[in-house]
């Protein structure tokens, strides 16, 4: 009864590889987000979805790319994989955009060699 | 936008003391200063809240309080148990229309059995 679960929890890969991470929420939430934490624990936003449609994006390169395909499910896909993307990243949820208590999955540690 | 300052980035207490956790921020704007518990391997967890009409919130042995003057606000931990031992983090939302929160830096909190 995992109420944000991403997948995988673990990624490896080499550099210049496309990945995706999946994360999927059942409590009826209509916002989804995804996070960037680095290496030091900085909790950084990257997107922001509302019912499928794109509300933010926070100046992250064009390699990533978010799909919402339904309320809820919000995935992340990374083109042409650089050093400087391995983290963990997080998916969350709200139960509107207004509403500020987040969700969190628990992460997807993505390390590119 | 909003900018939210942590301290102490680690804090080392026995089991039994209190620990305080102190966040600023800068804009005055700001309505909502939630708090996170991140354990080791998992995501970030709300533990409490509090909105900016409120002085103080009490949850058993944490409470938050906010000084909208001072633009600053902490954790207190009562009688630490080592399954408090967690990075907490701050955050601050609410100004120029924003619901999307500004995490702080987090604090690493050892507690020694």
């Known amino acids: 009864d995992t109420a944000v679960s991403q997948t995988p929890k673990y990624l490896v890969t080499q550099m210049g590889n496309d990945k995706s991470i999946k994360c999927e929420q059942n409590?009826?939430?209509?916002?989804m987000y995804w996070y960037k934490q680095d290496s030091k624990k900085f909790l950084k936003i990257m997107f922001s979805?509302?019912?499928?449609?794109?509300?933010i994006n926070e100046t992250v390169p064009n390699r990533f790319s978010p799909k919402s395909p339904d309320k809820a499910h919000l995935n992340l896909h990374i083109n042409s994989l650089e050093l400087g993307d391995s983290a963990v990243y997080f998916c969350?949820?709200?139960?509107?955009?207004?509403?500020?208590?987040?969700?969190f999955g628990s992460g997807t540690q993505l390390s590119v060699l | 936008g909003e900018n939210v300052e942590q301290h102490p980035s680690t804090l080392s207490v026995q089991e039994g003391d209190s620990a305080v956790i102190k966040c600023t921020y800068s804009?005055?704007?700001?309505?909502?200063f939630p708090w996170y518990k991140q354990e080791l391997g998992k995501g970030p967890q709300l533990i409490i809240d509090?909105?900016?009409?409120?002085g103080e919130k009490k949850d058993q042995r944490i409470a938050v309080t906010l000084n909208k003057t001072a633009k600053h606000f902490s954790l207190h931990i009562t009688e630490t148990q080592p399954e408090d031992s967690a990075v907490y983090f701050c955050?601050?939302?609410?100004?120029?229309?924003?619901?999307?929160?500004?995490f702080g830096r987090g604090t690493s909190l050892i507690v020694h059995p």
């Open positions: 969350a949820s709200s139960p509107t955009p207004t509403n500020e208590k987040l969700f």
């Open positions: 955050a601050g939302s609410g100004g120029g229309g924003s619901y999307i929160p500004t």
């Open positions: 804009d005055s704007a700001s309505n909502y």
């Open positions: 509090i909105r900016s009409n409120v």
């Open positions: 979805y509302n019912n499928k449609e794109l509300i």
């Open positions: 409590l009826g939430h209509d916002t």
